[in-house]
C-alpha cells in the first residue's frame, strides 16, 4: 500500500466488498474509521453493537418541524458500512461519518424537488448516477449483464483474504486497489457523472478527512462508495476552494434516528436508486460459511416443500450439479445466481415460472426486517405504539398476511381500534378487507404488510400527541372542524366509532349538525347518509352511544325524502346514473337505520313507508330518468312493497312503442343492471323476460345502434352462468320465453314442493350449520 489513509471503494450493499473491507481492516488495524454516511449519525454508532440490533437497519433523518421530509441511509448485514460500523465498534476504535450532513443534504432535496418535481426520499446512497460505474467496466470487460460481471469479479473472489493469505501483504487490499485504478479511469472520462451535488459532498468528505488525518494521522481508514474514490486525493482540491463549494448551502434542522429495514426495500425494483437486484441471495452469499449452492438449493428445497412441492434430496443433488454444469459452460468461476435459477427452474420447478416466482420473491430479494433497540432515539409516539404491539402481539412483518379479528374477544376488539386510529393518522400499516364466511359487524378482516416508511409517518403523526389514542382524538377532531364537506364529517364520524375514539365524537357530532343544517343539496345528503347508517350499527358492536348519531341520521334521512324526487327530475344521463347510485345507497342506509334501534327508530316503520312512497313517486314520475325510474320499480319489487304483476304493468308500459329506445334501455339498465341479481329475476320470471325480449326485438333499425352500448353495459353483468341460461330462454322462442302464469304457480317453477328432492339437500345442510348428523331429518326442516 501507498503511504496515506486506507480508502476503501466499495459498492454499496455488496457481500464480496463487505468481507474484502473486514479482511483489510484486520490486516491495516487502522486508528479510525471513516465511513460514508450522514455526520448526525455519530452519536448513533454505538447503537450498532447493541445485541438487539439487527439488520437490515437504516439511519432515517427528518426535518424537525416537517417529519415528511426525510431520508434514509439503509444498512444490511452484508453492507461494507456495516461491516466496518461493527469492525471499529468491536477493536475499540473510533468511527465518524463523514458525508455530508443531513441539515444539508434534506435542504438541498427539497430545492431539487422544487424546481424538478418530486424525487426519490432515500439518502444519499440512493443517488442514481447517469453514469453506472458498473455498467461501464462490465461493458469493458465484455459482459451484457453488470451483475454478473461484479458477481465474477468481487463476489466470487474468496473471503478478501487475497485467495488464503497466499498474495502476502499486498493480498487483502488488492481488489480495492485496481477498483480504484478504473475509477478514475471513469471519473476522468466522465467527470461527476451528471449528479453535481457529488461535488459538494465529495468536498465535505475531503475537508473531513483532512481533519482526521491532523488528529489520527494517515493511519485512518475511508470506507466509501467506490465512485467517490478519485475525489478524496490530497491533490484534488485546496481547503479554500472546498469551503468555498459549501459556502451558502442550504440548512434545516434535523433529527436522526436508526429505525428497522427489509430486504424488500433494498432491491432496486422497490425504487431505491442504490439498490440491489438480489438482497436475498447476497444475504445467503455473505453468512454462508461455505459450500454457498448447496446450502442455496437446500433453502430453495425447504421452501417449496412448506409449499407441498414435492422436492426431495435427489432434487437438490441433482440442481447443484446441474449449476456447476452451467457455470462450466458459461466460462464463469463458479456458480451464481443465475445458474442456480435456471437449475431450480429445471430440476424442482419442472420447468414451471410460477414457483419460480415465489423462490425470487421470498428468498432471492426476501422478507427480512431488521430491529433496532429500544435504546434508539423515538418520537414518544413511536414508543408507545411498540408498547401497544407487544401487549397486542401484533408484531410487524414486511410480508403481507391476513388478520381476522373477532370483536367479541377483548385482544381482537384491541387490535381493531389500533389499527383504525393508525389508518386515521394515516399510518397504513393495516387495510380492511373482506371478510370471507361472514357479513356480520362483529367480524372484521385485515391485510397486514409493515414498511420502513411508515417510521416517518409515525414520526409526522406524532405531532398530534404522545400515544396513539390521544393523537388520533387530536387529528379527528381537527379533522372535524375544518371539513367542509358533508361527507367528509360523517365519514369521519364512522371512522371515529371504528377507531374507539369518545373525546372526539363530541366535536364530529357539532361539527355533523353544522353541516348538515346548512347543506341543501340533496346528492351531499345522499353521500352523507351511509356512513351514518353504518356508524350506528359499529356503534351497537362496540357498545357505543350512538343515540346522537342516530337523530342527525333520521333528520337526513327525512330530508331526503323530501328532496329527492324534485333533486332526479331533468338530470342528463351522467347525472342520472350519480343518482342512481345514490337511490342504491339511501336504501340500503335506510334499511339499517330502521332496524337500528336508538333515535327513530322509535318507529322503524315510518321511516320504511316515507321511503316506499318516495320510490313510489319517482317511478311513475315521466320527468324522471329511465335508469333512475327502472330502479326505484326494482327496490319496491324486492322490499315486497310492489307485486309481480304491478312491476310487469310499469316495465310493459315502459317498453312500449310509444316510449323512445333510448329512454326504455335506460328503464332496463336500472331494473335488471348491475350486480343487484337482475338476471336471476329475469330467469326465474320469464313474463319479465318476454316483455324485454319483445321490446328488443321491436326497436327500428336505425335506433339499435343508439341502444346497444347501454344493453351490453347491463347484460355483460352477469355472470356466465345467468347469461347462458337466458339465452337458452330465448333460444325457445316466443311460447317459450312467455308462459301464462297459472294457477299452479309461477313460470319457471313446479306446481308445488317436492319434499323427497328437498330432503337430499339435508345432510350437507348440517354439515354446513354443524348440526347432529343423528338430527331427524323433519327436525333440520
Known amino acids: 500500500m501507498t503511504s496515506?489513509?486506507?480508502?476503501?471503494?466499495?459498492?454499496?450493499?455488496?457481500?464480496?466488498?463487505?468481507?474484502?473491507?473486514?479482511?483489510?481492516?484486520?490486516?491495516?488495524?487502522?486508528?479510525?474509521?471513516?465511513?460514508?454516511?450522514?455526520?448526525?449519525?455519530?452519536?448513533?454508532?454505538?447503537?450498532?453493537?447493541?445485541?438487539?440490533?439487527?439488520?437490515?437497519?437504516?439511519?432515517?433523518?427528518?426535518?424537525?418541524?416537517?417529519?415528511?421530509?426525510?431520508?434514509?441511509?439503509?444498512?444490511?448485514?452484508?453492507?461494507?458500512?456495516?461491516?466496518?460500523?461493527?469492525?471499529?465498534?468491536?477493536?475499540?476504535?473510533?468511527?465518524?461519518?463523514?458525508?455530508?450532513?443531513?441539515?444539508?443534504?434534506?435542504?438541498?432535496?427539497?430545492?431539487?424537488?422544487?424546481?424538478?418535481?418530486?424525487?426519490?426520499?432515500?439518502?444519499?446512497?440512493?443517488?442514481?448516477?447517469?453514469?453506472?460505474?458498473?455498467?461501464?467496466?462490465?461493458?469493458?470487460?465484455?459482459?451484457?449483464?453488470?451483475?454478473?460481471?461484479?458477481?465474477?469479479?468481487?463476489?466470487?473472489?474468496?473471503?478478501?483474504?487475497?485467495?488464503?493469505?497466499?498474495?502476502?501483504?499486498?493480498?487483502?487490499?488488492?481488489?480495492?486497489?485496481?477498483?480504484?485504478?478504473?475509477?478514475?479511469?471513469?471519473?476522468?472520462?466522465?467527470?461527476?457523472?451528471?449528479?453535481?451535488?457529488?461535488?459538494?459532498?465529495?468536498?465535505?468528505?475531503?475537508?473531513?478527512?483532512?481533519?482526521?488525518?491532523?488528529?489520527?494521522?494517515?493511519?485512518?481508514?475511508?470506507?466509501?462508495?467506490?465512485?467517490?474514490?478519485?475525489?478524496?486525493?490530497?491533490?484534488?482540491?485546496?481547503?479554500?476552494?472546498?469551503?468555498?463549494?459549501l459556502k451558502?448551502?442550504?440548512?434545516?434542522?434535523?433529527?436522526?434516528?436508526?429505525?428497522?429495514?427489509?430486504?424488500?426495500?433494498?432491491?432496486?425494483?422497490?425504487?431505491?436508486?442504490?439498490?440491489?437486484?438480489?438482497?436475498?441471495?447476497?444475504?445467503?452469499?455473505?453468512?454462508?460459511?461455505?459450500?454457498?449452492?448447496?446450502?442455496?438449493?437446500?433453502?430453495?428445497?425447504?421452501?417449496?416443500?412448506?409449499?407441498?412441492?414435492?422436492?426431495?434430496?435427489?432434487?437438490?443433488?441433482?440442481?447443484?450439479?446441474?449449476?456447476?454444469?452451467?457455470?462450466?459452460?458459461?466460462?464463469?468461476?463458479?456458480?451464481?445466481?443465475?445458474?442456480?435459477?435456471?437449475?431450480?427452474?429445471?430440476?424442482?420447478?419442472?420447468?414451471?415460472?410460477?414457483?419460480?416466482?415465489?423462490?425470487h420473491d421470498r428468498l432471492v430479494v426476501g422478507d427480512v426486517l431488521g430491529e433496532v433497540p429500544d435504546a434508539a432515539p423515538a418520537v414518544p409516539l413511536q414508543r408507545d405504539l411498540t408498547r401497544t404491539q407487544r401487549s397486542l402481539r401484533l408484531r410487524p412483518e414486511p410480508r403481507e398476511r391476513e388478520l381476522e379479528l373477532d370483536l367479541r374477544k377483548d385482544t381482537d376488539a384491541a387490535r381493531s381500534l389500533l389499527l383504525h386510529r393508525l389508518r386515521l393518522l394515516s399510518v397504513g400499516w393495516g387495510e380492511p378487507a373482506a371478510a370471507r364466511g361472514s357479513t356480520g359487524t362483529f367480524r372484521e378482516t385485515w391485510r397486514l404488510r409493515w414498511e420502513p416508511e411508515l417510521s416517518v409517518r409515525v414520526a409526522e403523526a406524532g405531532v398530534w400527541g404522545t400515544t396513539v389514542l390521544f393523537a388520533a382524538t387530536a387529528k379527528a377532531e381537527s379533522q372535524a372542524v375544518s371539513a367542509t364537506v358533508l361527507a367528509d364529517v360523517t365519514a369521519l364520524a364512522e371512522r371515529c366509532l371504528l377507531a374507539g375514539l369518545p373525546d372526539a365524537l363530541p366535536v364530529v357530532m357539532r361539527a355533523l349538525a353544522d353541516r348538515a343544517a346548512l347543506d341543501t343539496d340533496v346528492g351531499h345528503l345522499a353521500q352523507a347518509l351511509p356512513a351514518l347508517a353504518r356508524s350506528l350499527r359499529y356503534g351497537d358492536v362496540r357498545g357505543t352511544d350512538t343515540v346522537a348519531l342516530g337523530e342527525v341520521a333520521v333528520g337526513l334521512a327525512e330530508r331526503i325524502c323530501v328532496g329527492l324526487p324534485p333533486a332526479c327530475t331533468g338530470l342528463d344521463a351522467d347525472g342520472a346514473a350519480d343518482m342512481r347510485r345514490h337511490l342504491d345507497a339511501v336504501h340500503t342506509a335506510i334499511g339499517l337505520l330502521a332496524g337500528a334501534g336508538p333515535g327513530d327508530l322509535d318507529n322503524p316503520g315510518d321511516l320504511r313507508g316515507r321511503w316506499a312512497s318516495v320510490l313510489r313517486t319517482l317511478a311513475g314520475r315521466d320527468a324522471v330518468g329511465g335508469v333512475i325510474r327502472g330502479r326505484a320499480v326494482r327496490l319496491l319489487l324486492d322490499d315486497g312493497r310492489l307485486v309481480e304483476d304491478e312491476a310487469a304493468r310499469l316495465m310493459g308500459l315502459v317498453l312500449s312503442p310509444g316510449t323512445p329506445p333510448a329512454d326504455a334501455a335506460a328503464w332496463?339498465?336500472?331494473?335488471?343492471?348491475?350486480?343487484?341479481?337482475?338476471?336471476?329475476?329475469?330467469?326465474?320470471?320469464?313474463?319479465?323476460?318476454?316483455?324485454?325480449?319483445?321490446?328488443?326485438?321491436?326497436?327500428?333499425?336505425?335506433?339499435?345502434?343508439?341502444?346497444?352500448?347501454?344493453?351490453?353495459?347491463?347484460?355483460?353483468?352477469?355472470?356466465?352462468?345467468?347469461?347462458?341460461?337466458?339465452?337458452?330462454?330465448?333460444?325457445?322462442?316466443?311460447?317459450?320465453?312467455?308462459?301464462?302464469?297459472?294457477?299452479?304457480?309461477?313460470?319457471?317453477?313446479?306446481?308445488?314442493?317436492?319434499?323427497?328432492?328437498?330432503?337430499?339437500?339435508?345432510?350437507?345442510?348440517?354439515?354446513?350449520l354443524g348440526a347432529d348428523h343423528d338430527e331427524p331429518a323433519g327436525e333440520a326442516r
Open 4 to 245: 496515506g489513509p486506507l480508502l476503501l471503494g466499495v459498492r454499496h450493499h455488496g457481500p464480496g466488498s463487505a468481507r474484502a473491507v473486514r479482511g483489510a481492516l484486520d490486516a491495516a488495524r487502522p486508528r479510525a474509521v471513516l465511513i460514508e454516511g450522514p455526520p448526525e449519525g455519530d452519536a448513533l454508532l454505538p447503537l450498532a453493537a447493541d445485541e438487539a440490533m439487527r439488520p437490515p437497519v437504516a439511519l432515517l433523518a427528518h426535518v424537525t418541524d416537517d417529519p415528511r421530509r426525510a431520508a434514509f441511509w439503509p444498512l444490511a448485514e452484508f453492507s461494507p458500512e456495516w461491516v466496518a460500523i461493527r469492525w471499529a465498534l468491536g477493536h475499540g476504535v473510533p468511527v465518524r461519518f463523514i458525508d455530508l450532513p443531513a441539515a444539508h443534504s434534506l435542504a438541498l432535496a427539497e430545492e431539487e424537488r422544487e424546481g424538478a418535481g418530486e424525487g426519490d426520499a432515500e439518502g444519499e446512497p440512493a443517488e442514481s448516477l447517469a453514469v453506472d460505474p458498473v455498467g461501464m467496466l462490465a461493458e469493458a470487460a465484455g459482459y451484457d449483464d453488470p451483475e454478473r460481471w461484479w458477481e465474477d469479479v468481487v463476489e466470487h473472489r474468496g473471503n478478501g483474504d487475497g485467495g488464503g493469505g497466499s498474495g502476502g501483504e499486498a493480498g487483502p487490499f488488492a481488489p480495492f486497489e485496481a477498483l480504484a485504478e478504473a475509477m478514475g479511469a471513469l471519473r476522468e472520462a466522465y467527470g461527476d457523472g451528471g449528479h453535481t451535488r457529488d461535488r459538494v459532498r465529495e468536498a465535505y468528505m475531503r475537508l473531513q478527512l483532512r481533519s482526521a488525518r491532523k488528529e489520527f494521522g494517515d493511519g485512518c481508514a475511508v470506507v466509501c462508495g467506490a465512485w467517490h474514490l478519485p475525489a478524496l486525493g490530497a491533490k484534488v482540491s485546496t481547503v479554500t476552494a472546498d469551503r468555498a463549494l
Open 248 to 359: 451558502g448551502l442550504p440548512k434545516v434542522k434535523a433529527e436522526m434516528t436508526w429505525v428497522p429495514w427489509t430486504h424488500r426495500r433494498l432491491a432496486r425494483r422497490s425504487g431505491y436508486g442504490a439498490g440491489i437486484e438480489s438482497p436475498g441471495w447476497y444475504g445467503h452469499l455473505f453468512g454462508a460459511p461455505d459450500r454457498p449452492v448447496e446450502r442455496w438449493m437446500t433453502k430453495v428445497a425447504g421452501l417449496l416443500r412448506d409449499e407441498d412441492r414435492m422436492v426431495s434430496s435427489a432434487h437438490v443433488i441433482e440442481a447443484v450439479r446441474l449449476a456447476g454444469t452451467l457455470a462450466a459452460m458459461r466460462g464463469r468461476p463458479l456458480a451464481g445466481l443465475t445458474e442456480a435459477t435456471d437449475a431450480v427452474r429445471a430440476v424442482m420447478c419442472e420447468g414451471s415460472d410460477v414457483p419460480l416466482a415465489l423462490v
Open 668 to 768: 332496463i339498465e336500472g331494473f335488471v343492471g348491475g350486480a343487484s341479481g337482475g338476471g336471476m329475476l329475469l330467469v326465474h320470471d320469464e313474463r319479465l323476460l318476454g316483455l324485454v325480449d319483445t321490446w328488443l326485438t321491436g326497436v327500428p333499425d336505425e335506433a339499435f345502434t343508439d341502444v346497444l352500448p347501454l344493453l351490453r353495459r347491463t347484460f355483460s353483468a352477469y355472470e356466465p352462468g345467468v347469461r347462458r341460461t337466458l339465452g337458452e330462454l330465448v333460444r325457445r322462442g316466443p311460447s317459450a320465453a312467455r308462459p301464462a302464469r297459472t294457477e299452479a304457480g309461477a313460470p319457471g317453477f313446479g306446481p308445488g314442493l317436492d319434499a323427497e328432492r328437498a330432503d337430499a339437500v339435508l345432510p350437507v345442510l348440517r354439515l354446513l
